[in-house]
């Protein structure tokens, strides 16, 4: 008898429920790691359970990709649009704000990009020659700082860092953006800072859109976000400090929280720059900037 009424319940929630193949995976350890170390990605004030049904569903990725292509065209019809004198003062204050910080100054490896103007990214040159002319009065190389940049290997999001001592270290690639040759001028490999046996202090990021809750809009090849995911375990798997993910924005590249969509995959950002000033995000960033550091 009770095996009879038990039949007709689980026909009765069979009724209910969806199929199997369009219920929500269970949340595994990882997901609940990811998203607990990651309140940035906008899903903080959701359950871990209803943050990765976003995520990992198949028609919700693809609205979120749409959304993504629609906000891209609209911010770069604006940065087309900017004055280049605007513009000009802009990178000015904040390449100003950025050397003038006390955990820029105490930061002695750092992963930089080199600005492409046609790209209209925030001017970083200023940067680039304070990194490689910083070196005690003395001549000697105790306060100098290392200087990783990008050098895109292929179009499956594929990136390294590769140490330069010179911007002359720099040529053009197939689509004219500077980049360090694989070897010096004496044909040794550059360092790749993946291998290398110290952390990287400091990235300094591009990106097209930023929110101040630490979310960031790249231009689509998942370059950066893959990079900085690889890099993030490495540090965990070597135990080092986490890098500072500071990330460098014109005035209106800036957007209200929450309007940029994002997946588990898009790495958050601990410091925005703007030419209003510097935003401390994650606790992380809030630590080093108490202490200095």
């Known amino acids: 008898m009770w095996r009879s009424g038990l039949r007709q319940r689980v026909k009765e929630l069979q009724m209910i429920l969806p199929p199997p193949s ?13 998203l607990t170390k990651k309140p940035l990605l906008g899903l903080a004030n959701a359950s871990p359970c209803s943050a990765v049904t976003m995520s990992t569903t198949t028609n919700n990725l693809d609205e979120i990709f749409k959304q993504k292509r629609v906000l891209r065209s609209k911010v770069r019809k604006s940065l087309k649009a900017i004055d280049p004198s605007l513009r000009s003062q802009e990178d000015d204050a904040i390449q100003s704000l950025v050397s003038e910080a006390a955990w ?13 103007y046609a790209l209209r990214e925030v001017d970083t040159s200023k940067l680039l020659s304070q990194i490689l002319q910083n070196t005690t009065k003395d001549g000697s190389a105790q306060n100098a700082k290392k200087l990783y940049v990008p ?3 292929d179009k499956n999001s594929h990136m390294r860092m590769l140490n330069i001592s010179s911007m002359d270290d720099l040529i053009a690639n197939s689509m004219d953006i500077l980049e360090p040759a694989p070897v010096d001028q004496h044909g040794n490999a550059r360092e790749d800072v993946m291998l290398a046996n110290d952390p990287v202090d400091l990235f300094l990021l591009p990106g097209l ?28 798997e070597r135990n080092w400090r986490q890098p500072l993910l500071v990330a460098l924005s014109y005035s209106l590249q800036i957007i209200d929280d929450g309007a940029i969509p994002v997946t588990l995959n898009d790495v958050p950002v601990d410091v925005l720059v703007s030419p209003a000033g510097v935003i401390p995000i994650s606790q992380a960033a809030l630590n080093r900037f108490d202490f200095g550091l």
């Open 209 to 236: 859109a930023f929110d101040k809750s630490g979310r960031r809009l790249g231009r689509g090849g998942g370059y950066y976000d893959t990079f900085l995911r690889k890099y993030q375990d490495l540090a965990r």
């Open 22 to 34: 369009f219920l929500p995976p269970s949340p595994s350890p990882t997901h609940h790691l990811s």
């Open 151 to 153: 050098r895109v290997e």
């Open 104 to 116: 820029f100054k105490s930061s002695q490896r750092l992963c930089a990009y080199i600005t492409c």
